[in-house]
Every structure is written in structure tokens, then in C-alpha cells.
């Protein structure tokens, strides 16, 4: 049986090298980063995206591969940046990216795009934290409690935001769905936004996205052509982003790191991958495309 435009036999970046989009908008996006990629961001997420899902985030780190494929990417294209919910620091040391020769130039827009790290000055630039991130960091164990779901959950402090992870409770996904109200509600009255992922709530202050962030960079740098990567819903508002941008006449790629828990990026995306390793995959497919002496793209 043959397999559908967004399954993972149709675009995995293994053996047959770089996957062709399963779009004509992707096809043409990949064409546009292939023809110039001086003119080209490669945005990436970081948790499930550069680094697995792991049930205490404090021990996920990047791929053991995805340091090597950035380095050889990152010289062949204008810009790479890391987009994550992380602060921009806490994914540095994660992904292992500060003192690499090869990204000396890699951005990392932390806090969904409130934190910035680059590697050429090695600094965090981080603004005043929200006054909300106090109050309801003081509440979050009684509401915990008053609604029976403080066995199994962990709070994450992220400095500029509060996340309850509820991968390691009994069962997951009714410890999620039970939360989610509550910390809703929580986070409105101390004036921050609930941002739900994968078997994770996060309380975070409003008017900060990754969409607005990516936009914000292409536009920085004057980019042409924009790929992003990403895996939860949380990386909605920079598909969305892209949309956009491919409307205002740039060019972009769409690509999913997939996952069972998050239908919604698959469902848009150009490329479907099925994790970090087919990611990294993608990556260094793409490195040996753009490298010298690579055959040229065939039309698409």
C-alpha cells in the first residue's frame, strides 16, 4: 500500500537523502533555500524537535548528532537560529552549542522570543521578569493539591514562566486535562497566558510567541527563504508565521518532527519527519546538498 503525502515513508531524510516536501508551497520553499541559501533562516525548535521528550526535561539534551549537523550546516546558509520555550541559556548548555568554531553566529531566541543568546558576544539578553511569575509560582502547589493532581506532577521554574509536567503522573493525559481550567484561570488572574504542550501547562507572561519572534528575526535579518522545524503546539504560532511570510511573497518550509501526542503540526507541515534522529537527519542531507560540488536541485 502506498503511503500518504505527510506519512514518514513519504519524506524521511535516511538513506534516499534529502526528502522532497510534500507540497507544491514546500517544493518551492526548498527550491528557493537551495538556489540561495546566503538569503535562508533555518529556524529550529529545541525539545522534541533538536533533543527527544524526556519525562524530567532536566536531563534532555540535544541529539548526540545535532551539534555535528548545525556545524556543517550552519556555514552554507545565512542564519541558524533555536527557537524554544526554554530560557535561551538553559538550551545553550543543553544543546551543547556555546564554543563551537562552526555556529559561531547561532542565535537562540529563548522564552518563546523574550530571551535572546547569540554566540557571537556568548550573552543572554533577558528583560524584567512579569510580576505574575512570582504570585503564581507561590499558588501553584495549593491549586495543585486542591484538585488532587499534585501526585506525579512537577513544577519546572523557567525564570521568566512556571511549566507543570504531568508525563509522570498515573495517567498522564486526565492529569493534564484536569489542570488545564484551573491554571487557566490561575494564570488569567495574575495576568500571564496558559500555553499547553505535550503532557506540559505552562504559565508565561502574554504578548510574546514564537511566531512573533520568528517574524521578528526574518525581518532582522533580511532573509528571504525560512525553514522551521518544530513539534508541539507551541509551534503553531511560528507555522502560522510562516504562512504569513509565504503570502508577503517570501519563501518557506514547513517541517514536523512527529509525534502521536500532537496531530495539529503534521497536518500543515511540507516535510514530516518522525523525531530528533530523522531531524538531524534532514539537517545533515541538507549540509551535503549545499555543500561544494553537490549536484544541482532539479527543478521542482
Do not use: N
Not at 257 to 269: F, H, I, Q
Request: proline share 9%.
Amino acid at each position: 500500500m502506498g503511503s500518504s503525502p505527510h506519512s514518514p515513508d513519504a519524506s524521511t531524510s535516511s538513506a534516499r537523502g534529502l526528502p522532497e516536501p510534500s507540497t507544491p508551497a514546500g517544493r518551492d520553499g526548498l527550491a528557493a533555500l537551495l538556489a540561495r541559501p546566503e538569503k535562508a533562516v533555518i529556524a529550529l525548535d529545541f525539545d522534541g524537535t533538536l533533543a527527544e521528550i524526556v519525562p524530567d526535561p532536566e536531563q534532555a539534551r540535544a541529539h548526540p548528532g545535532a551539534v555535528p549537523a548545525l556545524s556543517r550546516l550552519a556555514p552554507r546558509v545565512g542564519h541558524v537560529a533555536v527557537v524554544t520555550g526554554r530560557p535561551a541559556g538553559v538550551a545553550v548548555r543543553y544543546g551543547g552549542f556555546a564554543g563551537v568554531e562552526a555556529l559561531a553566529h547561532l542565535v537562540v531566541l529563548g522564552h518563546y522570543g523574550a530571551e535572546r543568546w547569540d554566540a557571537v558576544s556568548s550573552t543572554v539578553h533577558t528583560p524584567a521578569p512579569h510580576p505574575g511569575v512570582a504570585a503564581v509560582r507561590a499558588e501553584l502547589p495549593g491549586c495543585l493539591d486542591r484538585h488532587g493532581a499534585w501526585r506525579g506532577t512537577w513544577i519546572e521554574e523557567k525564570g521568566q514562566a512556571v511549566a507543570v509536567h504531568t508525563r509522570r503522573a498515573e495517567d498522564p493525559a486526565a492529569a493534564f486535562e484536569a489542570l488545564r481550567e484551573p491554571l487557566a484561570a490561575l494564570a488569567a488572574r495574575h495576568g500571564l497566558v496558559l500555553e499547553p504542550g505535550r503532557m506540559v501547562l505552562e504559565l508565561r507572561p502574554p504578548g510574546m510567541d514564537k511566531g512573533v519572534a520568528l517574524a521578528e528575526y526574518v525581518r532582522e535579518v533580511g532573509a528571504e527563504t525560512v525553514l522551521y522545524a518544530g513539534d508541539d503546539l507551541g509551534d503553531l504560532p511560528a507555522y502560522a508565521a510562516v504562512e504569513k511570510l509565504r503570502s508577503d511573497g517570501l519563501a518557506g518550509v514547513l517541517v514536523c518532527s512527529g509525534s502521536a501526542e500532537v496531530t495539529e503540526l503534521a497536518d500543515r507541515a511540507d516535510v514530516l519527519l518522525s523525531g530528533p534522529p530523522e531531524v538531524v537527519a534532514f539537517l545533515d542531507a541538507l549540509a551535503t546538498r549545499l555543500s561544494p560540488g553537490a549536484a544541482a536541485p532539479s527543478p521542482s
